[in-house]
């Protein structure tokens, strides 16, 4: 059996190569590093994917969410909501722009954010709501639209582990995560579903307007070389990122539908164990989110009950299974992050999901044996401690 990582890039790699060595080639040969040909045709493409207006290219995927954030003007005070159980990533760059962050608590079922926590959270200061596709699951963005437009707010998608997912709104049509809000952010972070060789992310808005300020944001502020018309930041999408990642975009749906399957895979072998929950999340999914498109598995995370998790953690690196713990500490909890607003009684779920979830080795490449190790091994442990 081959060594079981918890992403191979280096196997996807070896796949594509014969596309992705001519593509870095020829921006080296052009030597147009940056904004180069490349760029615009990964962003044409990505746009054309998506069914997205506008996609704006930017250095990674906290520089998307930030410059989506100041495209809509928000002004320091403003409240934003988001989920308490996600990577400090979404809250930091609140509080970079001197906003102010509201954490929700999130569903005990998808682990995204609770449409009825952010409907509490709702103050006459809050201007926008960040909903999470957590771990590649496309969040509940017909309530949270809905929940928008009565009070007037902003909905900022965090699409950073959910690219390529769909989701099925309620008149039974399909969209893509990360154009059903007004504005989206990705990353393109190596690891993500759709990764480069580097870092790198983009901002995606179907109004016109809106991507006009941000491509000024993403430049210095400027549409004229010197002419600097809005405050901005130097947050651009290298060539050679771009020209991988226009090599793995054709690839996209392939890669998701790979995830989807190891993950029934991986259902198959805990589904019914009285201390293990499978993922599972929307409706249409009937409770298995690998039987549908909303869910790309960015991660694949188990729920534990009774089980000492920190053990078995032990256990699997033991065995040479690598795994992880998203995330092992709440958001408000953190040091930079703590605030007297908030009360423990009103995070119950998140605080219950940081001490039982454990995430399995998930990517493009695992094949069967190591699937079977890792399953194997999981339950082994689980069922010789009960």
Do not use: W
């Not at 180069?36 to 998307?64: M, R, S, W």
């Not at 002419?227 to 090599?247: E, K, P, Y």
């Not at 198959?268 to 993922?279: D, G, M, R, S, Y």
């Amino acid at each position: 059996m081959k060594k079981i990582q918890m992403v191979d890039l280096q196997s996807q790699y070896a796949k594509i190569k014969d596309v992705v060595d001519p593509s870095i080639q020829e921006v080296m040969e052009s030597a147009a590093f940056i904004n180069g040909p490349k760029v615009h045709q990964f962003q044409k493409n990505l746009e054309e994917y998506l069914g997205a207006k506008h996609v704006i290219p930017c250095a990674n995927g906290t520089d998307a969410l930030q410059i989506a954030m100041m495209g809509l003007g928000l002004k320091p005070g403003d409240e934003v909501i988001t989920a308490d159980f996600t990577f400090a990533a979404t809250v930091e760059v609140i509080a970079l722009l001197q906003l102010t962050p509201v954490l929700v608590d999130v569903d005990p079922v998808s682990f995204n954010i609770d449409v009825d926590a952010i409907e509490k959270a709702i103050t006459p200061n809050t201007k926008a709501i960040v909903p999470v596709h957590l771990f590649g699951l496309a969040a509940n963005m017909d309530e949270i639209l809905d929940l928008a437009k009565k009070h007037n707010l902003y909905v900022i998608e965090d699409n950073a582990q959910g690219i390529g997912a769909n989701y099925t709104r309620k008149d039974g049509s399909k969209i893509k995560t990360g154009v059903i809000g007004d504005v989206a952010s990705t990353s393109f972070f190596p690891s993500k579903n759709l990764g480069c060789y580097g870092d790198g992310g983009a901002i995606f808005t179907n109004d016109d307007d809106l991507a006009h300020t941000i491509r000024g944001i993403v430049n210095h502020g400027m549409y004229k070389r010197y002419h600097h018309d809005v405050v901005g930041v130097n947050s651009r999408l290298d060539s050679i990122q771009a020209a991988v990642l226009d090599a793995k975009l054709p690839h996209l749906d392939a890669y998701n539908d790979t995830r989807r399957n190891t993950a029934r895979k991986y259902n198959e072998a805990f589904k019914n164990h009285p201390k293990i929950t499978i993922p599972s999340g929307r409706t249409e999914c009937e409770g298995i989110c690998s039987t549908c498109d909303c869910h790309v598995f960015h991660q694949y995370t188990l729920k534990l009950k009774d089980v000492d998790r920190d053990a078995l953690v032990a256990h699997l690196n033991e065995n040479n299974i690598p795994c992880g713990v998203y995330y092992p500490i709440p958001l408000h909890n953190q040091k930079a992050y703590v605030d007297e607003r908030y009360n423990e009684a009103d995070f119950t779920v998140t605080n219950e999901l940081v001490k039982t979830v454990i995430s399995l080795p998930m990517h493009t490449e695992l094949d069967d044996e190591q699937i079977n190790f890792i399953s194997n091994t999981v339950l082994n442990f689980i069922n010789s401690n009960s």
